[in-house]
């Protein structure tokens, strides 16, 4: 048998270390670059329940009027003050071309600091169903908030600021929603990430006190056929995408217990 050169067998060693190494490439391309299928149908549902939100998010007209009633006139009138000052812009859109779009969206970076279960930043945790939903516009004309009314189903964190019981319908409320300019043209506003609640959904709702019977929303999940499904689209949510409504609510509790 030919003896092969030591020339030669530092070309051979060289050319099956980069074969080796081309393999290993591959292989990590395709376990890393690749999405899973799973991943591919989590995000696709969520822009499916983007959409959706879309279609069904509250409106309110620009120019919507005052309630007549002197005291709701009054209560309404407080809370759309709340929102003078934003930066959603709803005034620009009064003279927009018509082909400027319809979506605004603005990023605030608010999922930084939001675990996947705050209850640390709640000050009530309920479980519930979304019973009705309004748009409305800030007294300044700049911004625009949806309230929703939920009925309470179990309270999992309590606040003694907070008188709220099972049974009650209370008000939680998100920045964004569609407003409908005097020239018919409809904007949706949103926050990046953020997702709306819907009529005739469960959800577990993490709450911030506004007032004595009102609430801004931190998160939630919908409670759907016994899975669960984030409200909103940051990636922390994702790790209870579609899983088992159960465990997901034990281990909220256990959040809530340890703080």
Known sequence: MRKISKKARVV???????????????????????????????????????????????????????PADPEKRAKRKARNEQHNNSMLGVKGGLNASPNSGDEIVLRTNWEVNTPQIPAAQSDIVVTGEILDANAYISADKN??????????EEILKKNNMCAVSPGAVISVERQGGRVRYPSGRVEWYRIALQGMPLINHRYVLFLKRIDEDSFSIVTGYELRERHVYALDSASQFRAFEGTDEAPFLQSVREAISKQ
């Not at 908030?145 to 309470?152: H, I, K, N, P, Q």
Request: proline letters at 5%; zero cysteines.
């Open 143 to 152: 911004g625009v908030y949806s309230e929703f009314a939920l009925r309470v």
């Open 12 to 66: 051979l060693v060289a050319m099956f270390a980069i074969t080796l190494g081309n393999v290993a490439v591959t292989l990590y391309s395709q376990g890393h670059q690749n999405p899973s299928q799973g991943e591919i149908n989590n995000k696709d549902q969520m822009l499916e329940r983007v959409r959706e939100s879309k279609s069904r998010a509250p409106i309110v007209y620009y120019n919507a009027p005052e």
